[in-house]
């Protein structure tokens, strides 16, 4: 989708894109709320304003639509193929595995809650490094870096949409 296609997507339709960028609803709206934009700059402005809005219960629910990091994302559709592609790197070795179960269920344990990293980039390795440091977290401190991480998701996610046409 070009950004000239963004601005001019009927309302429903560019809701169901970004719902599968950030699945919250406020989020979206915001979003959609600043067409038309006159650069991928001036809407990816938006969209982080939006996601630093993020209150806890759209970040529980956005959570929802997450897989455990390290278990290959099931189903079809956009938002499983991004996470695919955003885990790619983290094809882990069967100790780095083993070693992000035990923190996933840690993680959950503690935090009621998948952990959530923007994965983009980052290996096996240094997502359970992340994973391992965050356990010490409080749960005030863990709140703002889970929100975080939501919103540099949203943000990759959403520059993949407009760039997706760049690349073709």
Known sequence: MTLTELNSSPDHELMRVLLECCDVPAWARAVAAGRPYPGVDALLA??????????????????????????????????????????????????????????????????????????????????????????????AAEDAVVADELRKIALVRLRRVVDQSDAA
């Open 46 to 139: 938006v969209a982080d304003d939006a996601a630093r809005r993020l209150a806890p219960a759209d970040v529980d629910r956005a959570l929802a639509a997450h897989p455990r990091i390290g278990e290959r994302p099931q189903g079809r559709g956009t938002s499983a193929d991004w996470s695919r592609r955003e885990q790619a790197g983290v094809d882990p070795d069967e100790r780095t595995r083993a070693e992000l179960l035990e923190g996933n269920r840690a993680y959950e344990d503690r935090f009621g809650r998948v952990f959530l990293i923007c994965a983009s980039g980052l290996s096996g390795e240094q997502i359970l490094a992340a994973l391992r440091e965050r356990l010490g977290n409080d749960p």
